[in-house]
């Protein structure tokens, strides 16, 4: 399926898409380029001293999740996930973990506020048996709690 243009090289050959593999890439495209759009930019919180630091500020204790709230001095949001032993195993922690990471990719950058630390922790029994919807929920719940506090 390769075509050549008139006035290019033969070296430089032009590949043609089926339409279902052209639709498909337009997809992507756009969905790529929506997430360029997005007003906030995600980050993930890895050191010892932001986890502590967001430990003494705001906080929102739900269900099934925890949400700890901090301002940063930076203009994107970071986001840390921590699970303790009390949530269970090595396997089962990870599970809450993952459930919250995606439950923050879905939420945190519509609902949170710029400029502010996040940590998400994961409650015994629960953050891995509710459902994602409802996990989903309370995060939104949370973040706009919070935000209206931070002011």
């Known amino acids: 399926m390769l075509e050549e243009r008139e006035g290019e090289s033969p070296s430089a050959p032009r590949i043609t898409l089926s339409p279902e593999t052209h639709f498909w890439c337009k997809?992507?495209?756009n969905f790529s380029s929506e997430l360029r759009k997005c007003k906030h930019t995600l980050e993930t919180l890895s050191k010892r001293a932001d986890f502590i630091a967001a430990s003494k500020a705001e906080k929102f204790i739900g269900k099934s999740i925890i949400v700890q709230a901090r301002p940063n001095s930076l203009e994107n949001i970071r986001v840390g996930y921590t699970a303790s032993?009390?949530?269970?195993?090595?396997?089962?922690?990870?599970?809450?973990?993952?459930?919250m990471r995606a439950a923050a990719?879905?939420?945190?950058?519509?609902?949170?506020?710029?400029?502010t630390?996040?940590?998400l922790i994961g409650r015994a029994e629960s953050t891995c048996n509710t459902k994602f919807k409802d996990l989903k929920f309370e995060l939104i719940h949370a973040l706009k709690k919070l935000s209206v506090r931070q002011k």
Do not use: F, H, I, P
């Open 105 to 115: 990719a879905e939420t945190v950058a519509q609902y949170g506020t710029s400029s």
């Open 117 to 119: 630390d996040y940590v």
């Open 27 to 29: 997809l992507m495209e």
């Open 85 to 99: 032993k009390k949530v269970g195993n090595a396997v089962t922690r990870n599970r809450a973990k993952r459930r």
